[in-house]
């Protein structure tokens, strides 16, 4: 009886911080989420993809309980756990965070909480423990111990659960430092991150470590890996195949030539701006003015000279 009451007790509090979050969203301008809703779709046997609000996420089951990639942010966390518990009774396991971005990393404290194990690169727990500073100087918040990583990697790592061999692999100085790409063979499912994304312009965080020559390296790891039948589940935006990917690497690679160009030129930032060097693929690619802007100006801090 005395468990029962301290889970109760437990649960009313957890429904209270998910309230008082909400609250304070709406305050500060940010998603209602107390609105969203989790959507899961079946993209194999035993693989699923929950989509809320912030980076997708997956979710490998099976009887050795549940692999899951990425958890969106905190308030959600709730609403995400109900959304496992419809597809799978087996525990959460393992999650692997594919970068530090708080729409992927934001539940980690609620999940570790709940007794699933935390798994990044090494970059990664690090970005979060000693965040860069906001753009506009002020210090960044460290994430508190229960929402770090507990086991980190360099090297490829495999899971062997659930009848899958899920191999984690790096991919370096891509979207962050901290990139992982996450391969279910049998399932022929990869999730990459934020590295790719079919929807919006490329972001380079370079900030927090990422890099042109990064991404396109990612890129081409991710075209070498699949096949032509797989299932290429991007941080944001629909899933799509190997084609898609090949398009979009040769899109970056266009854009990047013609930033090249006009940075050789000897171009200011304002002058690569407003020559458009996006303007083939603005209509063909959903941005805003805002990303578009940001992919230019990231292309042009990569390419200008070194002073």
Known sequence: MKNMSNSLGRTVLVVFCLLALAAYSRAQGQPDF???????????????????????????????????????????????????????????????????????????????????????RNELRDRLAH??????????????????PLITYEGQLTFHMDSEDVRLIPIPRAHTDGDTLVYFPKADVIMTGDFYRSVQYPNMDRANGGSLNGLLDGLGRLIGLAGPNTKIVPGHGPVVSRADVIAHRDMVLAIRDKVSQLVSQGKSQDEVLAAHPTADYDAKVPNSKETTERFVTQLYAELKPAK
């Open 34 to 120: 107390s609105k969203v809703e989790i959507k899961t779709t079946k993209l194999g046997n035993n693989f699923y993809t929950l989509d809320g609000q912030g980076g997708t996420i997956g979710v490998l089951t099976g009887p050795d309980g549940i692999f899951m990639v990425d958890t969106q942010f905190a308030p959600l966390s709730g609403k995400i756990a109900a959304a496992i518990k419809q597809i799978s009774n087996q525990p959460i396991r393992f999650i692997v965070n594919t970068h530090v971005h708080p729409d992927h990393t934001g539940g980690n404290e609620n999940f570790q909480k709940m007794g699933a194990v935390l798994i990044s």
């Open 131 to 148: 965040p860069v500073p906001a753009a506009n100087g002020t210090p960044g918040t460290p994430a508190p111990a229960d929402a770090l």
